[in-house]
């Protein structure tokens, strides 16, 4: 089983960027999906970005599409979240999520393998 650990992020004005990275330990890292999820105060966790374990597919919430991508770099152990013309609402706790299910939001959304999360804030 792997652990995640996340980063990158911060504070950053409105229509700035900033690079997500979800950090994994183990020698399986290629053979788990994984995604990313955000949780903003009061709010349910959303599903953001998902990958399959080779990084050939990928899929985008209509919330954040054509800002945000996903991408793998499995020798690397690590995942990331490019995100793009962030806005005030894109504010909330990232939480990278790995599954050696499948990469579903379902599946990723059951797996017991969460990273701490990291703050991302977006001012107007």
């Known amino acids: 089983q792997v652990q995640l650990v996340e980063s990158g992020g911060g504070l950053v004005q409105a229509g700035g960027s900033l690079r997500l990275s979800c950090a994994a330990s183990?020698?399986?890292?290629?053979?788990?999906?994984m995604g990313w999820f955000r949780q903003a105060p009061g709010k349910e966790r959303e599903f953001v970005a998902r990958?399959?374990?080779?990084?050939?597919?990928?899929d985008i919430s209509d919330s954040v599409k054509g800002r945000f991508t996903i991408s793998r770099v499995n020798v690397k152990n690590t995942v990331y979240l490019q995100m793009n013309r962030l806005k005030p609402e894109d504010t909330a706790r990232y939480y990278c999520a790995a599954s050696d299910s499948g990469w579903g939001i379902s599946d990723l959304k059951r797996s017991n393998t969460w990273g701490q999360g990291t703050q991302v804030t977006v001012s107007s």
């Open positions: 990958i399959n374990y080779s990084g050939g597919r990928t």
């Open positions: 183990g020698r399986t890292f290629s053979s788990y999906g």
